[in-house]
């Protein structure tokens, strides 16, 4: 049996899970695939650091270029995570004609155009199914089994923290704050979780599908994001009684106009797939023009389920290497489409703001709306909260217009004095 020699660039989470879903189906993946799978060397630059698992340390060293370098290596898997040198240890395994297994979004959002050149010009492969989703196999399948699609829609849920703190908001009727510290404290979020909650984490990965889908290069930067850091109890509590759950989504839509992407907190209806997805969980949803609606879901992180995913890929490499066909596989990400980018497009939109409670403001603001060309599907006005009752709190979900246009439309609500407060704007998933 042919053996296949691998090095990990890392041994953290993700470095540890691989390592240990090797060692865990070791035996049935020689079985199913024809191939020793062996991690040779690991790049670890605290051998002294308490880890997930027990290696042997002489597979350690803290050199990447002993790795790189080594004629006998010929996979490598960069688990390292960051834009670098996690690009450059790539760029230079690529260049020393290594396959190169990454779980890095980082990395391949800004980079990838230049990784996927670097392999293709020296015959090796890049594979990258644990960049998006983390267990969840949606990287080779949009490349591979539904390649004769074209793509028309992609919806997904693609971080575990935020999806775990809406789930307990939703469930709990708790604040943002409360939740996080409640996370924190198990595990689920970081003690700096801006990545998570900020959507910088969905954008990059967001990021990927699009290029994958739909062709087109958006880096990370452009891709309009908000975070989950404004979403309260409350606004959870009116999504419901309007049929929706909030939830993070990465979003992008082929349209007649272009293509239409973002990452902001969505109102979908109950009815959704997507809507049912809880805690740590992710889904992806595709829309193809023959394929129709699928979607995708699992664990989209923690060092197995993401572990599974590299070790899949090499596995794949591994195979193809050992049948002399290792170029023949690989998802490309492409940058050749030329359609147009639109950002956030239309859509429709909840929003929740604090007007002055007077006879007639109501009809004020929703002739504001009607001056835009701005329809209004539902409107909810509440009693005030406060002792004096000079405010009140009004939601509407407006019909389908562009981000821009209802930008204008509430900053001539708030300059006329109309509404002291907007409090929540949240695009609305109509279907």
Not at 70 to 99: C, F, R, S
Not at 143 to 156: F, I, M, R, T
Request: proline share 5%; with cysteine; aromatic share 6%.
């Amino acid at each position: 049996m042919k053996t296949i020699k691998v090095g990990l660039l890392g041994i953290g989470n993700v470095g540890s899970g691989t390592y240990l879903a090797l060692e865990m189906n070791c035996a049935a993946i020689e079985k199913s695939a024809g191939v020793h799978v062996e991690i040779a060397k690991i790049l670890n630059r605290r051998p002294e650091a308490k880890r997930a698992v027990d290696v042997p340390r002489e597979k350690y060293t803290a050199d990447p270029y002993e790795i790189i370098n080594d004629p006998e290596i010929q996979i490598i898997a960069e688990v390292m995570g960051g834009i670098e040198p996690a690009t450059t240890y790539m760029a230079d395994a690529l260049k020393a004609g290594k396959h190169v297994v990454t779980a890095n979004k980082a990395a391949l959002a800004v980079n990838g155009k230049q990784l996927q050149q670097l392999a293709m010009d020296n015959h090796v492969m890049l594979r990258f199914e644990a960049s998006v989703g983390g267990g969840i196999p949606i990287i080779n399948a949009v490349a591979d089994p539904l390649v004769s699609n074209q793509y028309d829609e992609v919806l997904g849920i693609l971080n575990g923290t935020t999806n775990y703190i809406l789930t307990k908001m939703t469930e709990n009727g708790a604040d943002y704050a409360d939740v996080l510290r409640d996370a924190q404290a198990k595990g689920f979020a970081e003690a700096d979780p801006t990545g998570d909650v900020e959507g910088i984490d969905v954008a990059n990965k967001l990021s990927i599908l699009i290029s994958l889908l739909f062709g087109k290069r958006i880096l990370p930067q452009d891709i309009p994001t908000t975070g989950i850091t404004s979403i309260s109890g409350i606004d959870i509590s009116y999504a419901t009684e309007f049929g929706y759950k909030i939830k993070l989504i990465a979003h992008a839509q082929r349209t007649p106009e272009g293509l239409t992407y973002s990452v902001e907190p969505t109102l979908l209806p109950v009815s959704h797939p997507m809507a049912a997805v809880s805690n740590e969980f992710n889904a992806v949803f595709v829309r193809g023009n023959a394929v129709d609606e699928l979607m995708f879901y699992g664990k989209g992180a923690g060092p197995l389920p993401t572990g599974s995913a590299v070790l899949g890929d090499i596995i794949d490499i591994a195979n193809c290497i050992a049948k002399g066909a290792a170029f023949d596989v690989q998802p490309l990400l492409h940058y050749d489409s030329k359609m147009p980018s639109l950002g956030e497009g239309s859509a429709q939109y909840y929003m929740r703001m604090t007007a002055i409670d007077r006879p007639g403001i109501l009809g004020h603001i929703a002739s504001t709306f009607a001056k835009h060309d701005i329809g209004l599907q539902s409107v909810m006005q509440r009693a005030g909260d406060n002792d004096r009752k000079t405010s009140v709190p009004l939601i509407f979900i407006c019909y389908t217009t562009e981000r821009r246009i209802l930008n204008e439309a509430l900053n001539e609500i708030r300059a006329d004095g109309y509404a002291t407060s907007i409090d929540a704007v949240m695009r609305v998933q109509d279907r």
